[in-house]
């Protein structure tokens, strides 16, 4: 406060500042707070300092370390982990999620860009779109983890209002979860890191494709919305890496001619490649790629 009413003076009233004055109330206010603060020392130079001013430096604890380990639910349950993020609040943000089994493997996961919006919109979104997903594909037994206390409450509370544009959303979500034998409990961002790499890609989904191809028990796939920089070639990959996936979702993604890798997609049961102003003619491979082929729009022949 002292240092703070002398700069004004200085700026303001253009009065040269008494350093000794400074210094004297500084140190008073150092020795009249430090009782009152108990952990103010954190090493050999503040313990140099504070005894120069006559004040007797208190250690600070150490807070005691502990281990954060994501472990598998017990069958026929799935744990699904879900993150938002936000680069400013509000600014740029994604969400996203995964799943996984009893025995620990990876049976699906998702990301989701978001526009501009605020942190807890991200959070919530996450969850919104992961029973979602959850919901789709016949997963009854949902076991929720998610960093975010203030989402996990608005689940538990009768009088949560949801911002207006997931309203109804989000009252889907609670009557698919109605549905479900579902609960949810809070994880520490350190047992969480697999979600929150799903939704940094949200932010990057340049990059999305080649790090789904690296699955191999990765049965289904939405990557709808996103400006992708796809492979449509796969003379430079292995083939047999590529997973075997039973739902694709590739609508709006700025995509302009088929996917080569499709012609190796032989267990689909849904393929939606609408919205991304394809022409040209349909490659002969592609009506032997799905047996159902759900949404491609364009200029065919």
């Not at 130079?45 to 807070?63: A, E, F």
């Not at 109605?178 to 990059?207: I, K, P, Q, W």
């Amino acid at each position: 406060m002292a240092i703070w009413k002398t700069r004004n003076r200085l700026r303001f009233d253009d009065k040269p500042p008494s350093l000794m004055r400074v210094f004297r109330s500084t140190k008073a206010w150092l020795r009249f707070a430090a009782p009152h603060m108990p952990g103010h020392s954190s090493g050999i130079l503040d313990n140099n300092l504070l005894i120069g001013l006559g004040i007797q430096p208190t250690s600070r604890s150490h807070t005691a370390s502990r281990l954060v380990l994501w472990h598998p639910p017990v069958s026929p349950w799935v744990k699904l982990n879900t993150d938002g993020l936000v680069k400013g609040n509000p600014g740029p943000a994604a969400c996203g999620g995964v799943f996984r089994d009893s025995t620990g493997h990876y049976i699906g996961g998702f990301c989701h860009g978001l526009g501009n919006q605020t942190a807890f919109f991200a959070e919530l979104m996450g969850v919104i779109l992961g029973i979602d997903y959850a919901f789709q594909f016949g997963w009854r037994y949902i076991w929720l983890k998610s960093d975010s206390i203030s989402v996990l409450a608005c689940l538990t509370s009768s009088s949560f209002s949801p911002p207006w544009p997931l309203r109804i959303a989000w009252l889907n979500c609670l009557s698919r979860i109605r549905l479900m034998s579902f609960y949810c409990c809070h994880v520490l961002r350190e047992g969480n890191t697999v979600a929150d790499r799903m939704a940094n890609l949200g932010l990057a989904s340049s990059s999305l494709f080649l790090k789904f191809l690296k699955l191999p028990n990765l049965k289904w796939v939405d990557l709808s919305d996103n400006n992708l920089d796809l492979i449509t070639e796969t003379r430079t990959m292995n083939v047999s890496s590529i997973s075997r996936l039973e739902y694709l979702e590739l609508s709006l993604c700025n995509i302009r001619e088929f996917p080569n890798f499709l012609r190796y997609q032989d267990t689909l049961f849904y393929l939606n490649l609408s919205g991304n102003g394809m022409h040209g003619q349909v490659p002969k491979w592609m009506w032997n790629t799905s047996r159902v082929l759900f949404g491609v729009h364009g200029h065919f022949s």
